[in-house]
């Protein structure tokens, strides 16, 4: 499991000097050290990325220098991301109306990356807080990116005040929207609510969970293929959160729980008519009819993921010697299946 085979996915930040890039990453990551400005003094003088977390990333950021500014060519940052899966965060502050130089450099980006999906943040809520106002001026730069991006996109509006922080209904939707355009980076920073004890277990196992299903999601492998091999990045998963559960996972216990999961064994192994392909298949439309690499990398990434979540419900149930139910599995495979949902795309004619 070489670095080079994981897709680590890379969020693209643009826009203009003081918009609150830097700031934006931080709140995300809690990462103190990214320097944020001071008024609109450009700050970031460099491209820098910034994964997350450090020692096993699930997300990198690129924080870019301010377009505009002499010999940066954000073609270069675009061509060092190719074969991740890669979203762009528009970063407009709402009291900045001049936003002639993002709009041009996104219309750029996207003639020549038509599918990189783009989520719209709408920074300093708290400069301008008059509601009214606020509207304008959120509608007023909408319309230009839009009409530039030649589609809608996905808007959050929010505060990022030097020495606060975002609301908490801020943060969720901003989250969420993340999730909603690359859902390998969302969930990586999306904190999970927890409301029982299982949901609290969980919380201590999520980034491993995303960890592998990053590995499964940058490989070209049929979605869960490997739960029945013991080489099968989704038998590793399964053997690693045993191990936190302190429940020894074998071959034949992960067979138990595919079973009690509806997902049945073809032939050579492969499973086949699986709850995982049939419900991915359905929530994921893209897939088998635009499916390029990204977009099955997308499927076995949501696949790999539910299914992460899922055996923690089962290995926990296990450990506090209760009998996991089928229902209560397959409810939480399909939510968890779900919640990874990538962006949904109408089929190409
Ligand atoms: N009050 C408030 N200040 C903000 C907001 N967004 C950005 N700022 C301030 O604007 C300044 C610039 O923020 P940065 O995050 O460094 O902006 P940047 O986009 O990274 O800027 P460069 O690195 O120069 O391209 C900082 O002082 C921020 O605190 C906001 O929503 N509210
Ligand atoms: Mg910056």
Redesign the pocket.
């Known amino acids: 499991m070489q670095e080079v085979d994981r897709d680590i996915p890379v969020v693209w930040?643009l826009?203009?000097?003081?918009?609150?890039?830097?700031?934006?990453i931080?709140v995300l990551t809690g990462l103190s050290e990214i320097?944020?400005?001071?008024?609109y003094?450009?700050?970031?003088r460099t491209s820098r990325k910034f994964d997350f977390p450090q020692d096993q990333p699930l997300v990198r950021f690129l924080?870019?220098?301010?377009l505009g500014e002499a010999g940066y060519d954000p073609e270069e940052d675009l061509v060092a991301s190719e074969g991740h899966s890669r979203a762009i965060i528009v970063?407009a502050?709402l009291d900045d109306p001049v936003q002639g130089e993002i709009v041009d450099a996104l219309q750029d980006v996207l003639s020549r990356h038509p599918k990189m999906e783009v989520l719209l943040v709408h920074?300093?809520?708290?400069?301008v807080p008059d509601p009214a106002a606020r509207d304008r001026a959120r509608s007023a730069t909408a319309a230009r990116y839009m009409k530039a991006a030649g589609r809608a996109l996905p808007e959050v509006v929010?505060?990022?005040?030097?020495d606060g922080a975002p609301t908490a209904e801020q943060m969720e939707a901003l989250t969420d929207a993340l999730v909603e355009v690359l859902p390998n980076a969302g969930l990586a920073l999306r904190e999970e609510a927890a409301s029982d004890a299982e949901a609290r277990a969980f919380r201590d196992v999520r980034r491993t969970v995303l960890f592998y299903a990053g590995i499964a999601g940058g490989s070209d492998a049929v979605p869960i293929v490997g739960l029945f091999s013991s080489t099968g990045v989704q038998f590793t998963m399964l053997k690693k959160l045993g191990e936190h559960y302190g429940v020894p996972v074998t071959l034949t216990l992960a067979r138990n729980f595919a079973s009690l999961l509806g997902i049945g064994i073809g032939i050579g192994g492969r499973f086949l008519g699986s709850v995982a392909v049939r419900q991915g298949a359905k929530l994921l439309p893209v897939y088998g009819q635009t499916a390029g690499a990204v977009a099955a990398g997308a499927l076995t990434f949501g696949a790999t993921y539910a299914l992460g979540r899922t055996a923690a419900r089962y290995l926990h149930a296990l450990s506090v010697g209760e009998e996991p139910s089928k229902e209560d599995l397959q409810k939480t495979f399909r939510e968890a299946l779900k919640g990874a949902r990538g962006p949904e795309r109408s089929p190409s004619p």
């Open positions: 930040m826009g203009r000097t003081g918009a609150g890039k830097s700031s934006l931080r320097v944020v400005g001071n008024g003094a450009s700050c970031t924080d870019t220098r301010g970063v502050r920074t300093g809520a708290d400069l929010i505060s990022l005040p030097r």
